[in-house]
């Protein structure tokens, strides 16, 4: 059962334009998210993150909203520039029940933004 | 710095075969980890340690042993390899916080692509 979705397997946005990508989670107890980029044949780099007692964090062009009532959040990128495109990854953390010391992050499948020029 | 490196890049394995997968972070973190990522999924937490000498499974551990003699490198080994084994392999670090536990955000390498034949 996965805990943290990624319902859009890809999205294709024109250059300056908004692109707007969507994750899921289950589990309440998630309290920090986190947004991963990832390029072909390099590992994950971290983009952007929020804690669950806020809405909303900016980071120049990118803005991660969170709606803990839905259990849903978003990354906003304003505008779309070419170099974006990548896979991007949503991701959950708590403390896991069994090693307060250890911070277990739980990944989506991932969403292909390709921004076409 | 190199940040977090594996090696090797690419491997090809026959079933029953067995490899080490090596990472190694010159950035003096504390805490590493080994995940997987297969097709439509996410990345999924194999093993990680929160300090040289120890290590732990994650979620998905079966079939992977793992060790940490030097607080710089964390190996992933494989005894007897299964065609299921094949995927991408990342191996992530990251600090400890002012709380005493580990940052969510985590460094990822390049990834190691093996293959079960």
């Known amino acids: 059962d996965q805990q943290v979705k990624q319902n859009s397997p890809s999205l294709s946005v024109q250059e300056g334009r908004i692109s707007i990508l969507n994750c899921d989670y289950t589990n309440s107890m998630f309290d920090y998210f986190l947004w991963y980029k990832k390029y072909p044949a390099e590992g994950p780099t971290f983009l952007i993150s929020?804690?669950?007692?806020?809405d909303k964090n900016e980071d120049g062009r990118f803005t991660v909203f969170l709606n803990k009532s839905a259990k849903h959040l978003s990354l906003h990128i304003v505008p779309s520039q070419p170099g974006d495109s990548a896979v991007y990854f949503c991701?959950?953390?708590?403390?896991?029940?069994?090693?307060?010391?250890?911070?277990?992050?739980?990944f989506g499948s991932g969403t292909r933004l390709q921004v076409q020029p | 710095n190199a940040g977090v490196t594996q090696t090797p890049k690419f491997r090809v394995l026959k079933t029953g075969q067995s490899m080490t997968l090596l990472c190694a972070q010159d950035?003096?973190?504390?805490?590493m980890y080994w995940y997987r990522q297969d097709p439509g999924m996410g990345l999924r937490l194999i093993h990680y340690?929160?300090?040289?000498?120890?290590?732990a499974k994650g979620e998905v551990p079966d079939g992977y042993n793992v060790s940490r003699l030097k607080k710089q490198n964390f190996l992933l080994g494989l005894e007897s390899a299964a065609p299921s084994q094949t995927s991408v392999y990342f191996c992530?670090?990251?600090?400890?916080?002012?709380?005493?536990?580990?940052?969510?955000?985590?460094?990822f390498g390049p990834g190691t692509r093996l293959t079960v034949l």
């Open positions: 991701a959950a953390s708590l403390t896991h029940y069994l090693d307060t010391g250890r911070r277990a992050l739980t």
């Open positions: 992530a670090s990251t600090d400890e916080g002012t709380s005493g536990r580990a940052l969510d955000t985590q460094y």
């Open positions: 950035m003096n973190h504390e805490y």
């Open positions: 340690s929160v300090g040289e000498g120890t290590t």
């Open positions: 929020i804690s669950s007692i806020k």
